[in-house]
């Protein structure tokens, strides 16, 4: 059992045993537990529920591409992130944080954040580290700005539907959020060239996805027109009629349409035709980005589906 670390001894010569543990320090008298899913390549642990006070734990050979993620959730917040991919300090940014050649790797939950840290002589030594606690983030990397995206909710306060919004890059994956009108939303994180984070937005019948931040410059390659260069505080601004792109100078932001929330469309394709009919119906329908193949739907059948329409969306249907 690779979670199993009093019985885990690693057989592969020249590699480590490592250890990551998940504390769960959150207040004693909190409403809401601990949910946490962690999992590499090779073992998914599941979804555990971790008491206060516990720790959650596994062991395993310490290879050079070895990459264990955590998903945690506790009441309306959820996080995650790789908590072991660098042989050397836990993390690749654990470097200001844990001593080289840590090996048994500390997450501990509290109420204001996840802290990272390790053992010395019996003592734990923690320090916060939040990817999107901008506040206490810091990029160790010489020549890279620290930079901020933030997702603003001015959706109408009376509005039947609330806001829902997914934020990700290729290492982290805030998961699903929901802000409340008047919330800002907003993470922080080391600006590199290839750096991308995309964020996918619904609101009632209406969504959108696009890149918040590819761009080092100007937030998004095509935002020069409507941020100043150097930009690294990047504003979305949702509200009823779009998705606005902002920039902050002294203490006034500025802002410009960049998207209008576009409402999902639907086609139905109906089969009406006679029951005794000798020839049945044969259906290909197909836009530029998708092709629905070729269906053959029975009579009383609907042939439909769904989509977001851009004023240059077309699709065509051969019968």
């Not at 004693?28 to 949910?35: M, R, T």
């Not at 929901?178 to 969504?207: A, E, I, M, S, Y």
């Amino acid at each position: 059992m690779p979670y199993n670390i009093q019985s885990y001894i690693c057989n592969i010569p020249d590699f480590p045993v490592c250890e990551v543990h998940v504390l769960n320090n959150l207040p004693p008298d909190s409403v809401y537990g601990l949910e946490v899913h962690c999992a590499s390549g090779d073992n998914d642990f599941g979804h555990k529920f971790p008491k206060v006070g516990d720790d959650f734990r596994w062991g395993f050979c310490g290879k050079p591409n070895t990459l264990f993620f955590c998903h945690f959730w506790w009441d309306n917040k959820d996080l995650v992130f790789d908590v072991f991919n660098d042989l050397d300090h836990c993390v690749h940014d654990g470097a200001n944080i844990v001593p080289q050649g840590t090996t048994k790797c500390y997450w501990d939950v509290k109420y204001d954040g996840i802290y990272l840290g390790y053992v010395k002589v019996k003592i734990l030594f923690l320090l916060l580290i939040m990817p999107y606690n901008i506040q206490s983030y810091n990029c160790n990397i010489p020549g890279f700005p620290i930079c901020e995206v933030h997702v603003l909710n001015n959706l109408p306060p009376d509005s039947t539907y609330g806001l829902e919004v997914h934020c990700a890059s290729g290492d982290n994956d805030f998961g699903h959020r929901f802000p409340n009108v008047g919330d800002d939303f907003r993470w922080g994180f080391c600006g590199k060239p290839n750096t991308l984070f995309f964020c996918h937005f619904w609101w009632g019948n209406k969504d959108l996805v696009f890149d918040v931040f590819n761009d080092l410059n100007y937030c998004v390659h095509d935002g020069g027109k409507i941020v100043p260069q150097g930009t690294t505080k990047c504003i979305w601004d949702v509200r009823y009629d779009g998705i606005y792109l902002g920039y902050v100078e002294g203490d006034k932001t500025y802002s410009q349409k960049y998207h209008s929330l576009l409402p999902k469309h639907e086609v139905h394709v109906l089969n009406n035709l006679s029951l005794d009919s000798t020839y049945s119906l044969e259906v290909h329908c197909a836009s530029g980005n998708d092709d629905l193949e070729h269906n053959f739907p029975k009579v009383g059948d609907d042939l439909r589906w769904e989509f977001c329409a851009w004023s240059w969306t077309l699709y065509f249907c051969h019968f």
